[in-house]
């Protein structure tokens, strides 16, 4: 199946292994005229660079892009805030742009 096709990349013992394999995805979606499949080909051609850095350095910054991208939740007011600001919030005990934390030293 075409959608098997972007992890077996992962398995790709050289870049130019991973290159083929990821080009053979990609006339894979654009061949089976399914929109999701297009739409997937057109998703992992944009990572194409960072998957194939994997292949180079077998590094990955998958641990900085899920602390960045936190789950959001809704304050009281509705606003929608990154884990860093309901983090905040607690540690300094008022919102951002309350008027408890003017002239306190600890605004943000």
């Known amino acids: 199946m075409a959608k098997e096709l972007p992890r077996e990349t992962y398995l790709a013992k050289h870049v130019f292994d991973a290159c083929l ?25 944009r990572w194409e660079t960072p998957i194939l850095h994997w292949h180079r350095a077998r590094l990955t910054n998958a641990a900085a892009e899920g602390t960045n991208s936190s789950s959001r939740t809704s304050n009281d007011s509705g606003r929608s805030q990154t884990g860093l600001e309901v983090e905040l919030t607690g540690h300094l005990g008022y919102e951002r742009h309350a008027v408890a934390g003017r002239r306190s030293g600890n605004s943000r």
């Not at 394999?21 to 051609?45: I, K, M, N, S």
């Open 21 to 45: 394999r990821l080009t053979a995805f990609y006339d894979q979606c654009h061949e089976g005229a399914v929109p999701e499949l297009e739409r997937l080909g057109r998703t992992v051609a």
